[in-house]
């Protein structure tokens, strides 16, 4: 896919300061860490907490940029450099310019939880039959994005992006860019409450990604969601259900959950029923299987692509990550939280064998009705028969306390560091969750050791 400088130019509008002859030279790629410069790509200088890009730019050179986008040029720049007043919104800019230039399946992936993970069954399945560019890492943002979009090529022939939000009009920025063909929404939780107020808030957050669906225009919906499922018509376009319950157009049967050992299920779609099996622990992972086999239909995918899509999916990084030791069984998911993601994996808990133990610590960002909300987790936990519950920060006495009698709280990770061996016992099934923040990551290499 040929992209020039002075393409690059034009989609930001900014002002050139270098060799005119130059500006035809071809881009390979546009990046925003000095550490990943290739030949003939393009440097944009990002002002970070940690670190000015524009210090690099020179560097960059050197090691073969051809040339930088940047908000202040270098004296006497030894190669071109287009001056902008803001270099994201730059990059935005020349994003959509850069997406504009493929005719391929893009499906956008949003939701209050899940959406990695959805992100990765999607990608897996479409992998059967496309060339696929996923998202890597958290690139879901409005900086990480544009980097994703850049990272597309001539080989593509499909690609999944994770859009993530936290207030209104960001995902109108991110859809701008992206112009997705078919999205997912997995769900619509209690996150961002800060900004988006209330689960309508976060509705009408999410779903402004409706207004910039193009080619086929196709939508998916978790029709399991009380808030997804009132979405009957948008944009002239009739949402496509899936999910566990039974009036989903995509739906499965025959679930079985077998903890360590995955799960299998029939998917179901009017006459077409595939039988798949699941690398994965989380019940919710078959919906996620759903929405790839929807999309993946909707692309002209056989049973048998489908299923050995959906059976060649992996878990990334703390997301359900399975550690058995000699003694326990660990659910590493100390990415994130917010009460519906724990609620989730509470779930994925209660399918394990031997005492069922929740780690479990603050939950980050979700405005002023926040230690309600972490009651609410305690309070299911207890009901679903959680054996012993450990929380581990301020907003975490909420869970402790919601969970009523033999809870343990710890203000500090160092404190439940010191007491882990005394509390965690030879057969225990232990999950660790909460917001990232927390850096509950500690606890997880602590229990690899008992």
């Known amino acids: ?23 035809s030279t071809e881009v390979s790629i546009i990046v925003t860490d000095s550490r990943k410069i290739e030949q003939g790509a393009c440097f944009a200088a990002i002002k970070g907490e940690r670190s000015d890009g524009h210090d690099y730019i020179e560097q960059c050179f050197e090691n073969g940029a051809v040339c930088a986008i940047c908000e202040n040029v270098p004296e006497s720049p030894s190669k071109p450099c287009i001056a902008v007043e803001s270099t994201l919104e730059a990059l935005k800019a020349v994003a959509e310019r850069y997406r504009s230039l493929f005719n391929i399946p893009i499906v956008g992936i949003t939701g209050s939880v899940g959406k990695t993970s959805t992100k990765e069954m999607v990608a897996s399945v479409l992998s059967q039959k496309f060339n696929v ?3 890597q890492g958290n690139f879901n943002n409005e900086l990480g994005v544009p980097i994703t979009l850049f990272g597309m090529n001539d080989s593509n022939t499909a690609a999944v992006i994770e859009m993530g939000i936290s207030d209104f009009g960001e ?3 991110l859809a701008k860019m992206v112009r997705p063909t078919h999205c997912i929404i997995t769900n619509i939780g209690n996150c961002h409450l800060e900004n988006l107020g209330d689960r309508d808030g976060v509705m009408k957050a999410k779903t402004e990604i409706f207004d910039y669906l193009t080619g086929e225009r196709k939508i998916f919906l978790n029709g399991d969601d009380d808030k997804l499922i009132t979405q009957k018509s948008r944009a002239d376009i009739e949402p496509i259900y899936f999910g566990l319950g039974d009036d989903n157009d995509y739906r499965a049967e025959n679930i079985e959950n077998n903890g360590a050992d995955g799960i299998s299920c029939t ?32 692309l002209g995918m056989s049973d048998e692509e489908i299923a050995r899509g959906v059976a060649a999916y992996k878990t990334v990084g703390s997301r359900d990550n399975l550690i058995k030791t000699d003694k326990i069984v660990i659910i590493d998911d100390c990415y994130n939280a917010n009460p519906n993601s724990v609620m ?19 939950m980050k960002e979700l405005g002023d009705n926040e230690y309600e909300l972490h009651r609410a987790v305690g309070r299911y936990a207890r009901e679903k028969g959680v054996e012993e519950l450990i929380a581990v920060g301020e907003l975490a006495e909420g869970i402790s306390e919601g969970f009523g009698g033999g809870a343990k709280h710890y203000a500090e990770v160092d404190d439940i560091l010191k007491d882990l061996k005394n509390v965690i016992k030879e057969g225990d099934s232990v999950l660790v969750k909460a917001s990232r923040a927390m850096k509950l990551e500690r606890i997880v290499a602590a229990l690899g050791e008992i």
């Open 133 to 135: 560019h996923k998202t």
């Open 1 to 23: 896919m040929k992209f020039t400088i002075d393409d690059i130019l034009r989609a930001c509008g900014g002002r050139y300061i270098g060799d005119e002859a130059l500006k």
């Open 344 to 362: 989730g994996a509470i779930d994925t808990l209660m399918n394990f064998s031997g005492r069922r133990v929740c780690i479990l610590g603050d």
């Open 267 to 298: 998917l179901v779609h009017g006459d077409r029923r595939i039988d798949v099996r699941i690398n994965a622990i989380g019940t919710y992972m078959v919906s996620n299987a759903l929405a790839a086999f929807a999309v993946g239909e909707n």
């Open 171 to 173: 995902m109108t920025r």
